[in-house]
């Protein structure tokens, strides 16, 4: 698979040409983003939280309290949606109205997966820790038994899935062009310091 | 008003020693983030989108098309709820299970109202494009008849909302502190560069 299967939930509505159902494009913005947000809902209600993701192939993980409302929501089956965003520069145009903002963003629509199999959660844990920081889930001690009750991992399979991005300078209108109005791009980045042992 | 009323719906069950409903501790986030996630859902489905946000006194306002479904489900009624997230550092923790993340989040649920009065609108706009850029709305061209028409500016009222914040460094279990294990944390920045004209 080159490309996720598009269908009227994944398929981009607005900003079609923004659109992207690359595989790799996907995973490689799944992969750079550090926070996922989760939702659900229903008619009363809505939910919704940040929270860390990692991905294992095909399958986005996510993990949090046994505890966690919205966790218990999805875990008795509601649909989630997942967004992961990437803000990568200002854009500003010539008029208020094309002034916007460069992005990689990914939305993923499904049902939750508890994680039961031990096996399967050790690893995916596993590779969240090594997602943050290479070697790590060879250095700090593993979590026990309590600990690992205590902690819910949700899998979602990578399906139902799109990616809209926008990159490069502002789009005016032809009339607005010789207005004497700057415009440009003031890029933005996630910069992660020097870790500060303690 | 100080802090914000705290009700079953925004008070915070998990990790509340984190929560904080402190009025200038959350305007501080709002104003700092540049991006918020918007959800909604019903008994089917559940919908998110990143978009970009901005306060002006005690609303939180969101736009984007007038098309929008996500945007039409919340002007037909649904409750919406909307998380800013500021991420500001790994933590690194001799266990596994104590390893976290620092931030600061905001999460606000209830009603939209659609902006229906155009100066409440057009001050609106003009406020985001001053939260982008200092000045940027008086230099710009403003939005046309057209334009405004084609843009939905959604209203939140700051209730039903609360901050969760974690800072510091890792707290690890008392037995685990003489394991040889490196601790500490990770600083996490988001880096506005230098504008790029055209």
Redesign the interface.
């Known amino acids: 698979m080159s490309t996720y299967p598009i269908n009227d939930?994944n398929r981009v509505?607005?900003g079609p040409k923004r659109a992207n159902y690359d595989q790799a494009v996907i995973h490689a913005i799944i992969d750079e983003a550090?926070?996922c947000?989760l939702?659900?809902?229903?008619?009363?209600?809505?939910?919704?939280?940040?929270t860390?993701h990692w991905r294992v192939g095909e399958t986005l993980y996510v993990h949090?309290?046994a505890?966690?409302?919205l966790f218990q929501r999805l875990i008795n089956g509601?649909?989630?949606?997942?967004?992961i965003?990437l803000?990568d520069g200002?854009v500003?145009?010539?008029?208020?109205?094309h002034?916007s903002?460069n992005?990689r963003?990914v939305?993923l629509?499904g049902k939750a997966r508890l994680v039961t199999d031990e096996a399967e959660k050790c690893a995916s844990?596993d590779a969240l820790?090594e997602k943050?920081?290479s070697g790590?889930?060879k250095?700090?001690?593993?979590?026990?038994a309590t600990?690992l009750k205590?902690?819910s991992v949700l899998a979602f399979t990578l399906s139902n899935i799109a990616a809209k991005i926008r990159t490069g300078?502002?789009v005016d209108d032809p009339e607005?062009m010789q207005?004497p109005?700057?415009?440009?791009?003031?890029?933005?980045?996630?910069?992660?310091?020097?870790?500060?042992?303690?």
Chains 1, 2 share one sequence.
Not at 78 to 83: H, T, Y
Not at 139 to 144: G, I, L, M, Q, S
Not at 181 to 198: C, K, N, R, T
């Open positions: 939930r509505i607005r550090l926070v947000h939702a659900c809902g229903d008619e009363q209600a809505s939910y919704i939280q940040p860390l949090g309290s505890k966690n409302g509601a649909e989630g949606s997942i967004a965003t803000l200002i500003f145009a010539r008029s208020a109205f002034h903002v992005y963003s939305i629509y844990l820790m943050f920081h790590r889930s250095e700090a001690r593993p979590a026990n600990e205590a902690t300078g502002p607005d207005l109005v700057w415009a440009g791009v003031q890029p933005i980045h996630l910069q992660l310091g020097e870790i500060i042992y303690e």
